[in-house]
């Protein structure tokens, strides 16, 4: 069995490690502050009345409901099984296994080099600066490439994207490749959206999330919002029907006007409590904050992570270890969690602190 699996494997995927999400990491624990999940768990209710047919390839209510709300027209964008599912359409869409290659800036999020990897699309890199601004000078310099990934807010180091900086980068690639701009955590730093910037750029795409200030994880729907020849080509390779039923019932139930105001009265009670996270963090013997608190997550350097990390995991609180990206030794990210969960964080890191200043 094993010899057949390695005779026939694809040769691109002999070597590829699977995303190692947090919930692959570590399945028990009491808080979860590791995978930039809301705290919050809305209710919703689904009509099974339909549940007899396959549901519609794009719901018009979900489709209407975002546009509405992105400030896009509905055939600029188009709803996906989260924004990985967007991520994976692009390669699939615009890249040739084989031949083409997207350009990634690290430290970002890590699909976008997993997606390439399983389509046999090859990955080029243009680190981030030392302050986790673009570097504009690399990223232009870089060969062919089919699909350019800018994160902002950029997920792990909470960062923005300079406005010209990206202006430069996306009219450099005009002619030669789409430059894709994942705002999966634009709720938490909404003046900096480029979702009102398509008609400037014909090759800017955009990716959107209701995993994150929604608090959606768990239902699997994204966006892509794009120019709409772009839309139209995703449309032809995006399966029939890739949104169940419920999704799209729950997922239109979000995007109403009661579901938005809930949305933006925790998104405002989420950044409070970074704020504080952030300041008590910071104010800790050893412990520096690095890069910006843009998303939702505080992103942090202290020279024994391990230890502190293990110490966490002992006591059921999860975060995530940063350490093995590019620039993030010793960093160590924390989701916003509700009160009791930051408080407890805060505590548990002190008791550390204490237990470890006593014994060294
Ligand atoms: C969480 C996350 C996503 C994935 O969103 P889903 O809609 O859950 O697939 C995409 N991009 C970034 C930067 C993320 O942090």
């Known amino acids: 069995m094993s010899d057949i699996v390695s005779t026939l494997i694809n040769d691109n995927l002999v070597a590829l490690q699977p995303y190692e999400s947090a919930r692959r ?14 705290p919050y768990a809305n209710e919703y209710s689904v009509d099974s009345s339909r549940f007899n047919r396959y549901p519609s390839c794009q719901p018009a209510e979900v489709v209407n409901a975002y546009a509405q709300y992105a400030g896009v027209s509905n055939n600029e964008l188009i709803v996906t099984r989260g924004a990985d599912e967007g991520i994976e359409l692009l390669i699939r869409t615009f890249c040739t296994p084989g031949q083409d290659n997207i350009l990634i800036c690290p430290p970002t999020y890590g699909m976008y080099a997993i997606s390439a990897q399983t389509c046999n699309v090859g990955v080029k890199h243009a680190p981030l600066n030392a302050d986790f601004s673009l570097d504009v000078a690399s990223i232009c310099a870089t060969g062919e490439v089919n699909l350019v990934f800018i994160c902002a807010p950029n997920n792990p ?13 996306v009219r450099h690639f005009s002619d030669t490749a789409l430059v894709v ?14 979702a009102d910037k398509l008609a400037d750029y014909p090759n800017l795409v955009i990716l959107r999330t209701l995993s994150k200030a929604f608090a959606l994880a768990g239902l699997r729907c994204g966006f892509t919002l794009a120019n709409a020849p772009v839309i139209a080509a995703l449309m032809k390779v995006i399966a029939p029907y890739p949104l169940a039923e419920p999704v799209a019932q729950i997922a239109a139930q979000a995007l109403n006007a009661e579901g938005k105001a809930k949305i933006e009265l925790q998104v405002d009670f989420i950044n409070r409590q970074k704020q504080w996270l952030k300041n008590t963090i910071a104010a800790l013997p050893g412990f520096d904050i690095t890069g910006d608190t843009r998303a939702n997550f505080v992103l942090f350097r202290y020279a024994q992570s391990p230890a502190l990390m293990a110490y966490l995991v002992e006591h059921g609180m999860l975060i995530r270890d940063q350490s093995k990206q590019l620039n993030l030794q010793h960093c160590l990210r924390v989701t916003v969690g509700n009160e009791a969960q930051n408080q407890r964080l805060i505590a548990l890191i002190k008791a550390f602190v204490q237990t470890t200043g006593a014994s060294a």
């Open 157 to 169: 180091t909470g960062t923005t994207v300079d406005a010209d900086d990206l202006d430069r980068i």
């Open 25 to 38: 990491l570590f399945a028990g624990g009491q808080d979860w502050l590791n995978a930039n999940e809301s």
């Open 181 to 194: 701009v994942d705002e999966a955590y634009i709720e938490f730093d909404k003046q900096n959206s480029w």
